[in-house]
């Protein structure tokens, strides 16, 4: 069926359209989001809610120089279906497809690779000074932040300096009322909430004047005061005033989802000089009912089947296999029913988290900082240091976020604060902005930290009791992955101990965290083919299980590491280190972990085995490393 969304090629093509064929246009938008969405586990909800927001921005300025930097990214789809990939579509989110995020790679229109939240206002602060600066011409520059990264604290950190410099800026702020979770938070709940009445005062300012002008004359001194009384009113009401504060003028609120009004207000605002915040109100979700009735569940559905032409969903079909992240939260569960100090500390992830349980049955006990990782590890360090046993909840990749308060305010002051670093490896269809794979080596920097690894299911609940008796801080990272088990005997979690799983005298394997079932695969595999290999669950990379892992070196002819991180400075190389401070040989030593580049989306099966990750691959790495070990042998025989 030939559609209008078919015929844009480019953003210039919307300018011939009439408003009805832009109420069209959103409207085929919103059915292509439903139809590769229902076969495509994605953001959902926040895309629907942008589709006029995007047009009406599109329509308003010219990106092929002026700037637009989407806030987060996980809200990009309409803009990459309008700027010349919707042909592409369908390949969203899958290997060598589409990106979930904005990507310079696939289209000049989106100029900053970006997943994580807060630093749009920054990055087009930055653009319109250095385009200024070189010279680019008198171009715009605009960047969208939803309500749930608005209080970052970087992105107080960007308004402060473009009050200061006074650059021309827009900064459009999408309010929707949620982040994934509802969101929170005193600027919400103040200023937010506030502003939304802002319309009320200006309803009540027109109808004043009205009045005023129906009265007799009373003189400027009666219009004054009343002026007096209505700055006093929108001061109180508006949430804006903060905005206007700090540099910012600020205009809204105004309805999202009405094309012709966005419109207008962003040519009315586009010369204003100076920074400019546009107040947008949007519904996540719009357009599709359970979508904008249950948005938490719908920020990134499982696949679903839906009917007719009113986009309704029909059942969402979830997955019944049970994740790290379930063992994880159930064992944060156990621990805070059996001791009164346990607190639990997420930014805005309690739905990733899987902590609604939590929430619900310790809300004293439980907070929630918003999209404020920085924040939330100083505030956990505030309250291991009253006493408490805080739980850093969190994903690796966004702890990055926090890497100076990780060194300050935890490991420099010793505070027993446990991390859990959720989706530490490859997390698959979000790609390079979400794997979590540099944490072992940022993590390793820092004294008094001790960091580990669940290599299965079974790790997980003695691996968490054992961080929260420890009197330091403590990580441990696992997976985006189905729980595996490896049945064994399971030996009890001491400080810097690795668990000999078996002693093989061709060489073994010592995984640490995730890949460790995927060892005990290989060695299967190999013993298979007459290759004895023996396979160490590590389960600590600080403190090193020396004794072992260095016996392990000192005897067997072939030792490979295993590890769902990077290679630059991860579990191997500290088995290295250790090794050559021990004066022992080390080219018998192979690694295996993500090699030093990003690593682009896909299915973390077809990632793993890309790196050669897998069974296969280490099976294969073991094969090819004991030939070359034959090969030198045999050729050190001959030399003899
Ligand atoms: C630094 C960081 N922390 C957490 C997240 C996870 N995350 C992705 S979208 C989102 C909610 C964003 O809310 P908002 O900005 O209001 O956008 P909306 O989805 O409501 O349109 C969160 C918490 C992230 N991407 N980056």
């Known amino acids: 069926m030939s559609t209008l969304l078919s015929t844009i090629a480019s953003p210039k093509d919307l300018h011939p359209l009439s408003d009805e064929q832009l109420t069209q246009l959103a409207q085929e938008m919103r059915d292509e989001l439903v139809r590769v969405l229902s076969i495509r586990p994605a953001h959902f909800a926040s895309n629907l809610g942008v589709v006029e927001l995007c047009l009406a921005l599109h329509l308003t300025f010219d990106f092929t120089k002026d700037r637009l930097i989407w806030d987060t990214g996980h809200q990009i789809y309409p803009h990459k ?10 390949t969203l989110r899958t290997r060598g497809g589409l990106m979930g995020y904005p990507n310079p790679h696939e289209s000049p229109y989106d100029l900053f690779m970006t997943g994580h939240a807060g630093c749009s206002v920054s990055c087009a602060l930055g653009l319109k000074a250095g385009d200024d600066l070189l010279g680019h011409g008198d171009n715009h520059s ?13 992105v107080f950190e960007a308004f402060n300096n473009a009050g200061e410099l006074g650059k021309n800026l827009l900064v459009i702020l999408n309010d929707n009322k949620m982040s994934i979770c509802p969101r929170v938070g005193g600027l919400a709940r103040n200023c ?18 009205q009045l005023l002008a129906r009265l007799p004359l009373v003189g400027g001194m009666a219009n004054q005061a009343i002026d007096q009384v209505l700055d006093g009113l929108k001061a109180s009401l508006s949430g804006g005033m903060l905005f206007e504060e700090m540099g910012l003028k600020y205009f809204g609120p105004v309805d999202g989802h009405d094309l012709p009004s966005l419109r207008s207000w962003l040519a009315q605002i586009k010369d204003q000089k100076g920074p400019v915040l546009l107040h947008v109100l949007t519904e996540k979700g719009h357009g599709v009912l359970q979508a904008s009735e249950d948005p938490v569940t719908y920020h990134t559905p499982p696949v679903f089947e839906k009917v007719g032409p009113a986009r309704t969903i029909v059942s969402l079909r979830r997955g019944g296999a049970k994740a790290y992240t379930d063992a994880v939260s159930t064992a944060i569960y156990q621990a805070m029913a059996n001791d009164p100090r346990v607190t639990v500390i997420t930014a805005a992830m309690c739905q990733g988290n899987k902590l609604e349980k939590v929430r619900t049955d310790f809300p004293t006990r439980f907070f929630d900082t918003g999209i404020c990782e920085s924040h939330a590890v100083a505030f956990a360090a505030g309250l291991a240091k009253a006493g408490g046993r805080p739980i850093v909840d969190i994903y690796s990749t966004f702890l990055q976020r926090s890497f100076d308060q990780l060194f300050q305010e935890v490991a ?13 490896g490859l997390t698959g269809p979000d790609g390079p902005t979400h794997h979590g794979t540099f944490d072992t080596p940022y993590l390793r920097l820092f004294p008094n930290f001790v960091i580990m690894a669940p290599g299965d299911e079974l790790d997980v609940a003695p691996m968490l009791r054992f961080a929260l008796d420890q009197p330091c801080p403590v990580a441990l990272r696992y997976p985006k992955a189905n729980l595996e088990k490896v049945e064994r005997g399971l030996a009890p979690v001491e400080l810097g101990q690795a668990e000999i799983f078996e002693w093989g005298p061709d060489g073994v394997l010592i995984a640490y965290g995730s890949l460790f079932p995927a060892c005990v695969k290989a060695a299967e595999r190999l013993r298979s083919e007459g290759l004895d290999i023996g396979v160490i669950n590590a389960r600590f990379v600080k403190p090193l299980d020396r004794q072992t892992l260095l016996r392990a070196v000192e005897q067997l002819p072939l030792v490979v590491t295993v590890e769902e991180g990077t290679l630059e400075g991860g579990f191997g190389s500290a088995l290295l280190e250790a090794a ?7 080219r018998h030593i192979h690694r295996l972990g993500i090699p030093d580049r990003f690593i682009e989306h896909g299915e973390r099966a077809e990632l793993l085995a890309d790196l050669g990750l897998d069974v296969d691959g280490i099976c294969e790495t073991v094969r090819k490393a004991n030939r070359v070990e034959n090969w030198n042998t045999g050729r050190i025989e001959e030399i003899r």
Request: aromatic share 8%; proline share 5%.
């Open 81 to 90: 279906l309008i700027t010349g990939r919707y042909p592409q579509f369908e």
């Open 142 to 154: 605009v960047a969208v932040i939803g309500d749930g990264a608005l209080p970052s604290g970087i």
């Open 192 to 209: 937010l909430e506030q502003a939304r009445l802002t319309n009320f005062y200006q309803d009540a300012k027109r109808q004043l004047q």
């Open 412 to 424: 420099l002051q010793n505070l027993p604060v446990t991390f859990c670093l959720d989706r530490a």
């Open 580 to 586: 050559n401070a021990a004066g022992l040989d080390t």
